[in-house]
């Protein structure tokens, strides 16, 4: 006999999943209730993970931060919908009896998951970067390289945050990296993103404007 999942978050965790979709409808098109209910279909199409285990009486950082066979087996089930699962699996991660860690849970959990899965993958990117950037500063040659090299223009602007968050690059390397992500959105084809670090460096681009070699 199958076990029946029961499927009910705790009455405390509501308010604060819904005051996170109220933050998050500020940065996109979605409403808050639209992307409250998003929440509650993915919790419901994925219930036999997201419910498999009663609820933890209180956060923890070190469970919410690490990643069982559970999780990696339920991430990996179905490649095409791999963003849904990781969104679940970072919810089910931050509630506990008591409430819903939200935004910083969620942030917590993201990067924890990236640090040791993710980075990995793309350290080869950035150390073909940084031996490019010795000799190249122009943001066109250097992507051109890069793409001939890796082909997921993607992973280069993944890899390519991910340098500017983890090792402060001098100013000169910076604002060529800055120009690369700005083509990736540009002339590759990439939706604009939220990434603080992407918009953050792409205004630094246009501030020092003239500094970087001319595509010309």
Request: hydrophobic letters at 35%.
């Amino acid at each position: 006999m199958v076990k029946r999942v029961k499927r009910r978050i705790p009455k405390k965790v509501v308010d604060e999943l819904i005051h996170m979709c109220e933050q998050e409808s500020k940065y996109g098109e979605k409403s808050a209730a639209e992307i409250f209910r998003g929440y509650l279909g993915l919790m419901d199409k994925y219930a036999y993970y997201f419910f498999s285990k009663p609820w933890p009486k209180e956060y923890c950082f070190e469970d919410a931060t690490t990643f069982t066979d559970e999780d990696r087996d339920f991430l990996s089930e179905n490649g095409e919908d791999y963003g849904d699962r990781f969104v679940v699996m970072c919810l089910k991660k931050n509630i506990f009896l008591e409430g819903f860690l939200g935004v910083f849970g969620m942030f917590w959990t993201r990067q924890a998951h990236f640090k040791q899965f993710v980075r990995p993958e793309l350290q080869p990117i950035v150390e073909v970067f940084k031996s490019f950037a010795e000799k190249d500063k122009n943001p066109r040659s250097v992507l051109s390289r890069l793409k001939e090299r890796f082909v997921d223009v993607y992973a280069i602007h993944l890899s390519l945050v991910d340098l500017l968050d983890y090792e402060y690059p001098g100013k000169e390397d910076a604002l060529l990296i800055a120009g690369i992500l700005e083509l990736t959105h540009t002339e590759e084809g990439l939706l604009p993103c939220n990434d603080y670090l992407c918009r953050n460096q792409i205004e630094r681009l246009h501030e020092d404007e003239g500094k970087l070699p001319s595509d010309k």
